[in-house]
């Protein structure tokens, strides 16, 4: 195996592996931040290796190669976010082991679940980023979500009970619609491999519905107006590793799952009005998220609120750089543009939420 295939293979089993021993011996912050500094170093290892070699990694699990097998594949758009998720939980494992330290007074409870479910979901996100398969996305997208949801509800309260319980039931009608949508393209096509479905999708009926389906359920993950009111209750209430990791990284799964969607899957889709729909919906996200915080008087909530406005910039993307827009000269500027909003949001949020908690922790409110 080559170096590259096993950081490849680090970026998953070390932070399932730290989450399993996290799990079973319960609070071992040392052995869950060595093993987020194995991942973190994984990941910069991959992306060094990825340039090397050309922009893609590839690894095919067994030896069997799609459709058969499952394919993971580096290349630079699932790079950036790796490596941006890899700094946002170094910083978070950093914070989190002081302040999830049973010396310091933490919940037990919260100490002793904090990193499994944190652990978990890094392994989840990088699953995202890697998979080729529209159905392996399905099992990571679960599984982060899982993650999301219990990191919500880690401080026990009422409201944060009640945040996580709206959370659930956003999320599993999104997952509903996701695979209902795969099952249709599975069904049309035979397959769920990326690759193999941007060569078949034509523009059928069941493409179109498909297209409807998965793109609605990826934007009540992703939190997009109208579909975002989970989204605030639900980081604010959490405590501040957590919530930099429900901001600064959860959304960013599903939008990136939409844009291997629309721009690699259903690129030749002959109608392209969903990246409109997508826009004005973006677009009604910046004003709504942007009021709602300047209205907040409360830290924790005008961080969250701009989140939903900032994820609303994000979907400007799709008809500026998607369908008869991708011959067009502002194209390549969009893309760019979009991708180093996502990547720098998430840094950003991250430390204002990490920030935030320190405040928190200091004057006892926010």
Same mark, same amino acid.
Not at 44 to 53: G, S, T
Not at 127 to 137: E, G, I, P, Q, T
Not at 228 to 247: D, E, I, Q, R, V
């Given at each position: 195996?080559?170096?590259?295939?096993?950081?490849?293979?680090?970026?998953?089993? @070390?932070?399932?592996?730290?989450? %399993?021993? *996290?799990?079973?011996?319960?609070?071992? /912050?040392?052995i #869950?931040? $060595? !093993?987020? &500094?194995?991942t973190?170093?994984?990941a910069?290892?991959?992306?060094?290796?990825?340039?090397?070699?050309?922009?893609?990694?590839?690894?095919?699990?067994?030896?069997?190669?799609?459709?058969?097998?499952?394919?993971?594949?580096?290349?630079?758009?699932?790079?950036?976010?790796?490596?941006?998720?890899?700094?946002?939980m170094?910083?978070?494992?950093?914070?989190?082991?002081a302040?999830f330290?049973?010396?310091?007074?933490?919940?037990?409870r919260?100490?002793?679940?904090?990193?499994?479910?944190?652990?978990?979901?890094?392994?989840?996100?990088?699953?995202?980023?890697?998979?080729?398969?529209?159905?392996?996305?399905?099992? @990571?997208?679960?599984?982060?979500? %899982?993650? *999301?949801?219990?990191?919500?509800?880690? /401080?026990?309260? #009422?409201? $944060? !009970?009640? &945040?996580?319980?709206?959370?659930?039931?956003?999320?599993?009608?999104?997952?509903?619609?996701?695979?209902?949508?795969a099952?249709?393209?599975?069904?049309?096509?035979?397959?769920?491999?990326?690759?193999?479905?941007?060569?078949?999708?034509s523009?059928?009926?069941?493409?179109?519905?498909?297209?409807?389906?998965?793109?609605?359920?990826?934007?009540?993950?992703?939190?997009?107006?109208?579909?975002?009111?989970?989204?605030?209750?639900?980081?604010?209430?959490?405590?501040?590793?957590?919530?930099?990791?429900?901001?600064?990284?959860?959304p960013?799964?599903?939008?990136?799952?939409?844009?291997?969607?629309?721009?690699?899957?259903?690129?030749?889709?002959?109608?392209?009005s969903?990246?409109?729909?997508?826009?004005?919906?973006?677009a009604?996200?910046?004003?709504?998220?942007?009021?709602?915080?300047?209205?907040?008087?409360?830290?924790?909530?005008?961080?969250?609120?701009?989140?939903v406005?900032?994820?609303?910039?994000?979907?400007?993307?799709?008809?500026?750089?998607?369908?008869?827009?991708a011959?067009?000269?502002w194209?390549?500027?969009?893309?760019?543009?979009a991708?180093?909003?996502?990547?720098?949001?998430?840094?950003?949020?991250?430390?204002?939420?990490?920030?935030?908690?320190?405040?928190?922790?200091?004057?006892?409110?926010?």
């Amino acid at each position: 195996m080559s170096a590259a295939a096993i950081a490849l293979a680090l970026t998953l089993a @070390a932070p399932l592996a730290g989450a %399993l021993w *996290a799990g079973v011996q319960g609070r071992h /912050g040392a052995i #869950a931040a $060595t !093993l987020t &500094a194995v991942t973190v170093l994984a990941a910069l290892a991959l992306m060094i290796a990825a340039v090397a070699r050309d922009g893609v990694v590839l690894m095919a699990l067994g030896g069997w190669e799609a459709p058969l097998g499952i394919t993971l594949r580096a290349d630079g758009l699932a790079l950036g976010f790796m490596v941006m998720s890899a700094l946002v939980m170094a910083a978070v494992s950093v914070i989190a082991k002081a302040q999830f330290d049973a010396r310091r007074g933490g919940s037990a409870r919260a100490a002793w679940s904090f990193w499994p479910l944190a652990l978990l979901l890094w392994a989840a996100l990088n699953a995202v980023y890697l998979s080729r398969d529209l159905f392996n996305l399905y099992v @990571a997208l679960e599984l982060l979500t %899982l993650a *999301a949801i219990a990191l919500v509800a880690i /401080g026990g309260r #009422a409201e $944060t !009970l009640a &945040a996580a319980l709206r959370y659930m039931v956003v999320a599993l009608m999104g997952s509903l619609l996701y695979l209902l949508g795969a099952a249709l393209l599975y069904s049309a096509h035979g397959t769920l491999d990326i690759v193999l479905l941007s060569e078949r999708v034509s523009g059928l009926p069941a493409d179109r519905v498909a297209a409807g389906l998965i793109t609605a359920g990826l934007a009540a993950k992703t939190a997009l107006f109208p579909f975002h009111a989970w989204l605030p209750p639900a980081h604010s209430g959490a405590p501040a590793p957590a919530s930099a990791m429900l901001s600064g990284l959860v959304p960013k799964a599903s939008f990136f799952i939409l844009l291997r969607l629309w721009f690699e899957v259903l690129a030749e889709l002959p109608d392209q009005s969903g990246l409109w729909i997508m826009a004005v919906l973006g677009a009604l996200a910046v004003v709504h998220g942007s009021v709602m915080a300047l209205r907040q008087e409360r830290l924790k909530m005008l961080i969250a609120y701009s989140t939903v406005a900032q994820i609303g910039y994000l979907f400007l993307v799709f008809p500026l750089a998607g369908g008869e827009a991708a011959a067009q000269p502002w194209a390549a500027g969009a893309w760019t543009g979009a991708i180093f909003l996502a990547l720098s949001h998430g840094l950003a949020k991250a430390a204002m939420f990490l920030c935030a908690g320190l405040w928190i922790e200091a004057v006892g409110h926010d």
